[in-house]
């Protein structure tokens, strides 16, 4: 049962993007590659009331898996009641992956203060909370509009794929009042965007969604229907053929 509720959560979109969000804090931190020093630095720029520092302090506690998720939790909270959204976003990441502790409802929660503060991330997982109903009633409508809001205004590629995903489901469950054709052509247009915004699922579902429903060709417009000449435009040879039919007469 154990290994089938991992693979249920593995197949979770919300608990893999959870995970890559986790996954991203801790290559970035591996690009940067903290001397102990440094990361005391860090502690100290915290206690200072700098809250990215607390950020990136409980991102590097949360690389070493002996440290207890309840002080990598401190940090990332702290970070987040300081203004940073990064904080708010990691903590709700690192409480849906289960590396600290938390439930879906205050996952919720910091998600959508990270998104109230300006991180897209942070409305692309409000939006997918939303209309999954992880953490909070389900809302499909709202949901989809947060994502499509992230996309649009934010120029958030996940939030696109993520719409288009969305749209693809209400479309399966018969849930859109619209005909097939215009939901395609919905779905196309944000795989699309989400692609060209730089994010490279995106761009591989668009090019596997278009073999499986090629877009349609537009319809030629049939041409007018051929009118006769007035007898003024009448063509040389016939109006002088029409003459000397007449004088023959």
């Known amino acids: 049962r154990e290994r089938e509720a991992g693979h249920r959560q593995s197949q979770d979109p919300l608990a893999k993007m959870a995970t890559n969000e986790v996954d991203k804090g801790s ?3 591996e690009k940067e590659q903290f001397t102990v020093e440094e990361g005391l630095a860090l502690r100290t720029q915290c206690e200072m009331g700098k809250g990215q520092a607390c950020t990136t302090f409980g991102l590097l506690l949360g690389q070493d898996a002996e440290v207890k998720g309840k002080r990598v939790a401190k940090f990332l909270r702290t970070g987040c009641e300081k203004g940073d959204a990064n904080g708010c976003l990691a903590l709700s ?8 502790p938390g439930n879906p409802k205050t996952a919720f929660d910091n998600s959508v203060t990270a998104c109230r503060m300006g991180a897209m991330a942070g409305c692309c997982q409000t939006g997918m909370m939303m209309f999954s109903g992880t953490g909070v009633q389900q809302d499909v409508t709202r949901g989809l509009g947060v994502l499509l809001h992230a996309c649009d205004h934010g120029k958030h590629g996940q939030s696109c794929f993520q719409a288009a995903s969305a749209v693809g489901v209400l479309q399966h469950h018969g849930l859109l ?8 052509a919905n779905i196309r247009k944000l795989l699309m965007k989400g692609c060209k915004l730089g994010f490279e699922p995106s761009c591989t579902a668009f090019e596997e969604f278009s073999k499986q429903y090629p877009e349609p060709l537009p319809e030629s417009p049939e041409p007018p229907a ?9 063509a040389p040879g016939i109006a002088a053929a029409a003459r000397t039919d007449a004088s023959a007469e």
């Open 226 to 234: 051929p009118t006769a000449a007035p007898p003024s435009q009448a």
């Open 27 to 29: 290559q970035a931190l």
């Open 93 to 100: 990441a690192f409480q849906l992956a289960g590396r600290v």
């Open 177 to 184: 009042q619209e005909e097939e054709s215009k939901t395609m």
